[in-house]
């Protein structure tokens, strides 16, 4: 394919995806609808790869030609092709109370768009990525009603919707490199941006009467970093296995803005206060490790620790109405260490086989994972998340370009101590686009 | 792989991408989770009545018009012209602090473009005078009869947009035959002019046009002694002219061109206990004021405000009406309000400019409110409240310091800038407004916020 062509393509296939990307204005519409992101910076998104997404999360140590895993900048050292990534998902929720009541939020929303290409084939590679780091996407309405006019003769009925919407994003450059052929290292510079809002919003059945919406929100922006590394290992238990650990810490991210209130919305939006502030994010871990003992089984096991109980503000508590409402809601108490387990496991059944018909050429994935969740609203009850996680790997006539469809099934929370439950349920298209590329064809 | 083949699965792929991503969050929100932590509170809207510091406050009311010069006027006084009314007599309210209210009619009339020739060529003793006008308002009692007195104003009046203080010079004498009386009841009264008068001015009936109206200044109409007040079609009136008898009569009319009332007020005393009086006529208003830096106004300066009127009550209950004696209720109020330096013009929180030189707006009311009350609506209140917190909360005074209330009687219309700056017609009307209790309360601004 000429160059110019090959760029058309690519070009396409950014500009549609881009088109729904998770910008700071569009991503605000959309989320996976849960009370609990509320609490915090809201709900913690992590997507590495669509191959460890439907191995359970993790894939920290996963190494592919066909995937450049975003959770470790190692990996990021094996490549082959330029690869333009992009991913959508669907998701709905629905959420009961200990009361029997039950409601439901359904959304959708760009996983991640990432490129990946090698400076030197498979030794130094560079990644980008821009995906949402936290989403805050919930809503719940209360009804009432109201003496009006007067004579407050008449009742007018309202309704006060309670909702957030934004989240943080996170805009990841870096490289990787392989020391040798059993390691690898790499890192990243990492900017967190984004404006995570709360919104009161009372509307009134009455025509006459005004609507109100009190919105709470906290811009924020900031730097961190993240080092990564990869220890690949073969004929470890048996003959041609493959065994690698991964690893990778990303430091504490101080982020610096403004929180403000404000009073209606767009042109006429009055803002009543602001104010500046910091927050820190607390430090990450992750490791996995990965294992292949053939061609067509690979299973990983991985597991991440962030003690968001080191989280600071110093944001104001919301000391009189016109001062912004405390920012994360609840205030810090409310944060937890959190910590994650999963794991899961591919297999193609074709193995290396080329020849072998095109469904045992795909790739059948699964696993599962358990979290402590980082929120405690209550301060007292912890949260936790179980999940299980599927997915199809689909194989193109365009070596090293597939496309995935995952799942994903789940449950969060609980209806004790008046919490809710969430049931999940998401769907999720990844699109693997990969060719050789900025690379001097060499003559035979 | 050549293009056309990858061409048939990524435009689907990019599609149903894009397809995943657009499905719009659509939600089923319920109250479940809104006990959450520390809960999802507040966004509860209250109403409460702010009512603010009264006074009474006397503006003599407009009672002159001109027919001809309403012509070039905006609409509002235009449409007026046709409603507008003089009104003659006294009336003894018994709501107390009314007192004793004397109202005296001028009227003059235009020339005629020509005048038939039997009453051009007819002597001044076989000519009769009369004056025809059509009754439209009745404060008193209306058994038996009126009294009624004409006389000759000395010179031209100057009654167009006079004040009802105003008063114009006549003739001590009355031209009217002796012992006029009129009947209140009557929807059409007749005032027939004396012989002599007929005679003095032949010359002058004979002329038409501008040389009558140069020549001929107007009457003034009183009724001593009467127990009640009449109003009388300012664009019905007539002076009648004519000769001969039953189907020999000739006559021509000369169509009424200003009017004018004086009305004076005398013996007022206090009003009833818990009232305030507003009086039309005599001007006898209200004036009240908002103090927005004190409770509860200033808990609300960055409230949001989901609705505000501005109401004043009419008790119409309080108003003893003794067998016999009439009184009509006022079709509308008029509040105008006063700006503070510096404040957004009238146009911006919805008001009516009614004079730059003075700031002063006129504020729209809702027709159907009155006569029950004075109520202005939510599209001029509210901007009114609203703009006022915003200003306080900047250490600005509010848009409005004053807000008077008088009685402006007219006939019911929709709101609009015309009918919002028309004066209110002629009357001696009283209403009684509560200064407290409940029903129907005192003036107050009801608002309805969403604390923040």
Sequence with gaps: MPGFSRLLVLGTCAAVILLAAPSPAQAQSNGEGTIYSRFGMGSLLEFSSSQSDAMGGGGYALRSLNYNPDANPALWSDQVFTRLSGSAAYRSTSVEDGQGNSGRLSSGNVQALQFNFPLYERSLGVGISFQPYSRSNYSATRTGQESIGPRQDAEARYETTFSGSGGLHRLRGGLGYRVNDMLSVGATADLLFGTLERRRRTTWAAPQLRNTIVSDGVQLSGLTSTLGGHLALADVFAEDDAFSIGASVTLPANLSGEQYRTLDEDLARDTLSTERGDVTLPWKGRLGLSYQPNARWTVVLDGAFDPWSTFSSDFSTGASETVPSRFPAGGPGTLADRWRLSTGAEVVPAGDDQLAGYFAQAAYRFGGYVERMYVRPDQETTLYEFALTAGISLPTSLSGTRIDLNTTAGTRGTTTNSLVRDRFFGVSLHVNFGERWFQRRKLR | ?452
């Design chain 2, 1 to 452: 792989m050549p293009m056309s083949m990858r061409s048939s699965w990524l435009p689907a792929l990019l599609v149903g991408g894009a397809l995943l991503v657009s499905l719009t969050a659509c939600s089923d929100s319920s109250d479940v989770g809104l006990g959450v932590g520390s809960g999802l509170q507040g966004g509860n809207p209250s109403t409460l009545d702010v009512t603010p510091d009264v006074r009474d406050t006397t503006v003599a009311p407009i009672t002159g018009i001109t027919r001809d010069s309403a012509q070039g006027r905006p609409p509002a006084q235009s449409q007026n012209q046709n409603a507008w009314r003089f009104l003659v007599g006294s009336v003894d309210d018994p709501t107390p602090g009314t007192g004793v209210v004397t109202t005296d009619g001028y009227v003059d009339f235009a020339g005629r473009d020509d005048l038939p020739e039997d009453l051009q060529n007819a002597s001044p003793d076989a000519l009769t005078a009369e004056l025809r006008l059509t009754t439209d308002y009745l404060h008193g009692h209306s058994s038996g009869t009126m009294d009624v007195e004409v006389y000759d104003l000395t010179s031209e009046a100057d009654m167009d947009s006079a004040r009802a203080t105003a008063s114009f010079d006549a003739a001590p004498s009355p031209v009217s035959v002796n012992g006029a009386q009129i009947n209140p009841s009557d929807s059409l009264v007749t005032i027939r002019l004396q012989e002599s008068w007929i005679s003095e001015n032949i010359g002058t009936l004979r002329s038409t046009g501008s040389d009558f109206e140069d020549a001929f200044s107007g009457f003034k109409i009183v009724a001593p002694n009467s127990e009640a007040v009449v109003g009388f079609s300012s664009s019905t009136a007539s002076l009648r002219l004519r000769t001969g008898s039953g189907d020999d009569a000739t006559t021509a009319d000369y169509p009424g061109l200003k009017t004018f009332t004086h009305i004076e007020r005398t013996g007022a005393g206090a009003p009833p206990p818990g009232y305030r009086l507003m009086q039309g006529g005599v001007g006898k208003g209200l004036a009240m004021e908002w103090a927005f830096r004190d409770s509860p106004l200033d808990t609300l300066e960055s409230a949001p405000l989901n609705q505000a009127n501005i109401f004043v009550p009419n008790d119409t209950s309080a108003l003893e009406t003794p067998s016999g004696f009439e009184r009509p209720q006022p079709q509308g109020y008029r509040i105008i309000a006063t700006r503070s330096s510096g404040a957004p013009s009238c146009p911006v929180v919805g008001s009516v400019t009614l004079s730059d030189a003075n700031e002063a707006c006129v504020l729209p009311l809702v027709p159907s409110a009155a006569p029950a009350s004075a109520l202005v609506p939510d599209d001029v209140a509210r901007p009114t409240f609203r703009q006022s917190f915003q200003r306080v909360r900047d250490d600005q005074s509010p848009v409005f310091t004053t807000f008077r209330v008088h009685i402006a009687d007219r006939e019911n219309t929709a709101v609009n800038e015309a009918a919002t700056v028309r004066p209110g017609l002629p009357t001696t009307l009283p209403v009684l407004v509560p200064v407290d209790g409940t029903e129907p309360g005192p003036p107050r601004a009801t608002l309805t916020v969403t604390p923040l």
